[in-house]
């Protein structure tokens, strides 16, 4: 059974910091195409950034330059440490598994597993 478990969010002030976790079980990060995805109150599901087995990289514009994607394959585990947060950077942060290897999309519905989700909350 795949599980895909989120932690470390929080609520920070405009220009702090956050790092959110994803570990897994029952599913192989270092064999899969792994991204993050956020959702606020009244908006649609985000695609904020996603990683492929090869360490290629892709970042909604919203958030190149201040978020950086990365995962332990030892720990089975992805990554997403996110700087300079700004209010509009308010969501619900979700990780989730594409099931291939290569990331072709941010397409959520195409993703095949997803975590619980995690708060984060930046207050100006």
């Known amino acids: 059974q795949v599980q895909l478990v989120e932690s470390g969010g929080g609520s920070v002030q405009t220009g702090g910091s956050l790092r959110v976790s994803c570990e897994a079980s029952?599913?192989?990060?270092?064999?899969?195409?792994m991204a993050w995805f956020r959702q606020a109150p009244g908006k649609k599901r985000e695609g904020v950034a996603r990683?492929?087995?090869?360490?290629?990289?892709n970042y909604a514009d919203s958030v190149k330059g201040r978020f950086t994607i990365s995962k332990d394959n030892a720990k089975n585990t992805l990554y997403l440490q996110m700087n300079n947060l700004k209010p509009e950077d308010t969501a619900m942060y979700y990780c989730a598994g594409l099931a291939t290897a290569y990331c072709f999309t941010f397409d959520g519905n195409l993703y095949k597993y997803w975590g619980q989700g995690t708060q984060v909350t930046v207050s100006s």
């Open positions: 990683i492929d087995v090869d360490g290629r990289i």
């Open positions: 029952g599913y192989l990060v270092r064999n899969n195409c």
